[in-house]
C-alpha cells in the first residue's frame, strides 16, 4: 500500500517562495502520475496539477505562472514549488498518487 | 472552466434515513464525475468514480447516479460514520479537473 508524507515549512510569508516535498513509500516513484491538489477555506479543493513518471506536466492554468512540480526518483520525492505567494495561498496542501491514496497533507500558512 | 454547484449545502438527517447530493455541472461532463467523502482533520477519501462505480472498499449503501450535467450521490441508510462532507469532483474537461463546494451532512 503506498503511503504519502508531505513535508516543507508550515509559514512562508508573502511574496517568497513555497517549497513542499512528499515522500513516496510502500510504492514505486515510476508509476504513472502524481498530483498536487490544496484546500482552503475560501477557494475549497482545488487541483494543483499532474506530474507523470515521464515527466510531462500539467498545472492550473490559474496558478500556471507561479508553479513548478518536479519528480526525484532516486529519493522517490516529489516537489510542489509556489512562487510569489500571498495570503490567499494559504491552504492545506496534499500529494495524491494516480490510484487516489491521498496524503495527510500539510498546512500551510502565508504570514508576515 | 467547469463549475460544479452542489446542493444543498447542508443536509440534517438521522442514521438510518436515506441521503441525497446533487452535483450540476455548468456543461457536459459525460459520466466522468467522482464523490469523495471528508471528515475533519483528514484528507478527502475516494467514494464513486465514473459517475457510478464504487471504489475499492466501499460500502454498498453508496451509490451514484447521472451523466451529462446532473449527478446524484446516495446514501441508502446513514451510518453513524458517514455524517460528514461530501465533493463531486469532475474529471473531463481540463485542466483543471474542478470541485464542488460540497455537502454537509450531519446529524439531526
Known amino acids: 500500500q503506498v503511503q504519502l508524507q508531505e513535508s516543507g515549512p508550515g509559514l512562508v510569508k508573502p511574496s517568497e517562495t513555497l517549497s513542499l516535498t512528499c515522500t513516496v513509500s510502500g510504492g514505486s516513484i515510476s508509476s504513472y502520475y502524481w498530483s498536487w491538489i490544496r484546500q482552503s477555506a475560501g477557494k475549497g479543493l482545488e487541483w494543483i496539477g499532474r506530474i507523470y513518471s515521464s515527466g510531462n506536466i500539467v498545472y492550473n492554468p490559474s496558478l500556471t505562472s507561479r508553479v513548478t512540480m518536479s519528480i526525484d526518483t532516486p529519493t522517490k520525492q516529489l516537489s510542489l514549488k509556489l512562487n510569489s505567494v500571498t495570503a490567499a495561498d494559504t491552504a492545506v496542501y496534499y500529494c495524491v498518487d494516480y490510484m487516489d491514496v491521498w496524503g495527510k497533507g500539510i498546512t500551510v500558512t502565508v504570514s508576515s | 472552466e467547469i463549475v460544479l454547484t452542489q446542493s444543498p449545502a447542508t443536509l440534517s438527517l438521522s442514521p438510518g434515513q436515506r441521503a441525497t447530493l446533487s452535483c450540476r455541472a455548468s456543461q457536459s461532463v459525460s459520466s466522468s464525475l467522482a464523490w469523495y467523502q471528508q471528515k475533519p482533520g483528514q484528507a478527502p477519501r475516494l467514494l464513486i468514480y465514473?459517475?457510478?462505480t464504487r471504489a475499492t472498499g466501499i460500502p454498498a449503501r453508496f451509490s451514484g447516479s447521472g451523466s451529462g450535467t446532473d449527478f446524484t450521490l446516495t446514501i441508502s441508510s446513514l451510518e453513524p460514520e458517514d455524517f460528514a462532507i461530501y465533493y463531486c469532483?469532475?474529471?473531463?474537461?481540463?485542466?483543471?479537473?474542478?470541485f464542488g463546494q460540497g455537502t454537509k451532512v450531519e446529524i439531526k
Open positions: 465514473d459517475a457510478s
Open positions: 469532483q469532475q474529471r473531463s474537461n481540463w485542466p483543471p479537473w474542478t
